[in-house]
């Protein structure tokens, strides 16, 4: 009885909590949250002036980083970054760390910047 009923309570608690797996398109990696929005966890271009997409693989994009740096390479390279207005959250030390970081134009429909968004940068 048990061997039954174990896969079938871990099947019913794997769909419950929406297990998330991280995708990638171009230089962007990104998770795909419950409303089919896209949250960007990573950058792996070669920074200098960056615009941040409105959309990845046809969804929204609402979201940036959430609790870790989303520059963890070539973040010595980022002088610039355009939010869309699409996007609603910069999640905490989304940026943090990205020293050469100067210039943030932040889109319209931001409501939400975290904790530490962007600690040790020198933006203007």
């Known amino acids: 009885m048990c061997k039954i009923l174990l896969p079938i309570t871990v ?19 990104y998770i795909v949250n419950t409303n089919n929005e896209a949250t960007i966890t ?13 959309t990845i693989d046809g969804l929204p994009v609402k979201t940036i980083g959430g609790g870790w740096p989303v520059w963890t390479t070539n973040q010595d390279t980022l002088i610039s970054v355009t939010i ?14 990205s020293m050469s ?16 968004a962007f600690d040790d940068c020198t933006v203007l």
Request: hydrophobic letters at 35%; zero cysteines.
């Open 84 to 97: 869309p207005d699409s996007l609603t959250t910069i999640g905490d030390y989304a940026f943090a760390d």
């Open 11 to 29: 099947a019913a608690f794997g769909v419950s909590v929406g297990f998330s797996q991280e995708l990638t398109d171009g230089d962007w990696s």
């Open 101 to 116: 970081l100067r210039y943030v134009t932040i889109g319209n429909s931001v409501t939400s910047i975290g904790d530490g």
């Open 42 to 54: 990573q950058y792996s271009g070669r920074g200098g002036a960056v615009v941040i997409p409105a």
